[in-house]
């Protein structure tokens, strides 16, 4: 018997991490302003995210990206508009970007997800050294 449950124990250390992988974060964050919602999603070998619902997105379907600081990309939609892009790592860390926030407009070229404790989502966006930290919440 013992010389069965060592192997099992084994098996079950071997494959706890990829149980732990990029699939904890998959799937729809609130993401606590405006009502915002995005999703995590495969992309490659990396997570993407995508907003998929807002405030303000469900009074106007249509909603362009008019708070980009980039005149050229103004005329984007926000739904379905990709804010993260390339992260990379876990099973608790991944950092990857572009990031970007739809609602204010502004963008980071790098950024950091980490899976808290309590199961909420910390996302950095950071310019230089400056970073700035949100802490979303796992949608339904």
């Not at 992309?43 to 362009?64: F, Q, S, Y």
């Not at 939609?77 to 990709?82: D, E, S």
Request: glycine fraction near 14%; charge should be positive; include cysteine.
């Amino acid at each position: 018997m013992k010389k069965l449950a060592l192997p099992l124990v084994a098996a079950a250390l071997y494959t706890a991490p990829a149980a732990a992988s990029a699939a904890d974060i998959t799937g729809v964050w609130a993401t606590g302003s405006e009502g915002g919602r995005v999703e995590i999603y495969r992309c490659g070998a990396a997570l993407c995210g995508k907003v998929i619902d807002a405030a303000r997105l469900r009074g106007n379907p249509d909603l362009r990206d008019v708070r980009n600081s980039d005149a050229k990309l103004r005329g984007r939609r926000i739904k379905g508009l990709v804010v993260l892009k390339s992260f990379t790592g876990g099973p608790a860390e991944w950092k990857g970007g572009p990031v970007y926030d739809p609602e204010t407009g502004d963008g980071a070229s790098r950024g950091y997800l980490k899976l808290l404790a309590n199961g909420k989502l910390e996302l950095k966006g950071c310019v230089a050294f400056i970073c700035r930290t949100k802490i979303w919440t796992k949608a339904g």
